[in-house]
């Protein structure tokens, strides 16, 4: 069964503690993977896709990396404003067909 | 921004009752999504669209329909609804220059008592 697994559910760090969060997934013929950001009340807000193994992605504090069975989010001195909750999608053989990750709720403390 | 608006934005009703919820989009995306965020499950697809009048399902899709008679609107409907559709629901259409990259709508919070 195809599955996408995030961990961990929740991250408390202190502003400036850099961490990394991470997604697994057991899809076979990967197309892609997504991160995305969503804040309470709003809709997930899209950050990077990653299409191949030792793809590196990176915006501002984030960077998004790739291997074959897994991906990481990291996060480099992280702001209380990174404050959200973190998706990772993964897009397998069918091209409209995303499975979502349950999320991690990062919270930056000042 | 995609230009996604979703109504309502809230909505509370009672179990049985039909209930329609409508996005509409201004980018002209063909494609366009129906999502559902319970805790503990993240975002699962209920139904999608690839044009006018063409749907098919995802992997939530009982007890609900769909209709895209318009490229800018696309409805989800509940037939009867039900507790276990309580949840918050999400559409999304996808980026002009890659289809991968979902934007999703603020969202509408649904709940059937």
């Known amino acids: 069964e195809d599955q996408v697994t995030q961990s961990p559910e929740a991250l408390r760090l202190q502003e400036g503690e850099s961490s990394s969060l991470n997604c697994s997934y057991t899809v076979s013929g990967l197309r892609g993977l997504f991160w995305y950001r969503q804040d309470p009340g709003k809709g997930p807000e899209f950050l990077f896709t990653l299409y191949s193994a030792g793809e590196e992605k990176e915006k501002e504090r984030l960077k998004a990396t790739l291997t074959k069975k897994e991906s990481f989010l990291h996060i480099t001195a992280p702001k209380p404003e990174d404050s959200a909750t973190y998706l990772c999608a993964v897009q397998w053989s069918s091209a409209s067909k995303i499975i979502f990750g349950s999320g991690t709720r990062l919270s930056i403390r000042p | 921004d995609a230009g996604i608006t979703q109504s309502p934005r809230h909505k509370v009703t009672e179990t049985g009752t039909p209930v329609t919820l409508r996005c509409h989009q201004t980018e002209n995306h063909r494609y366009m999504y129906w999502y559902r965020q319970d805790p503990g499950h993240g975002l699962r697809l209920i139904h999608y669209?690839?044009?006018?009048?063409?749907?098919d399902k995802g992997e939530v899709s009982d007890g609900y329909s769909v209709s895209r008679s318009k490229t800018e609107d696309f409805l989800l409907t509940l037939e009867s609804a039900t507790s276990s559709q309580t949840s918050v629901y999400f559409c999304?259409?996808?980026?002009?220059?890659?289809?991968?990259?979902?934007?999703f709508g603020p969202g509408t919070r649904l709940t059937v008592l």
């Open positions: 999304a259409t996808v980026s002009a220059t890659s289809y991968n990259e979902q934007f």
């Open positions: 669209s690839y044009g006018v009048k063409d749907t």
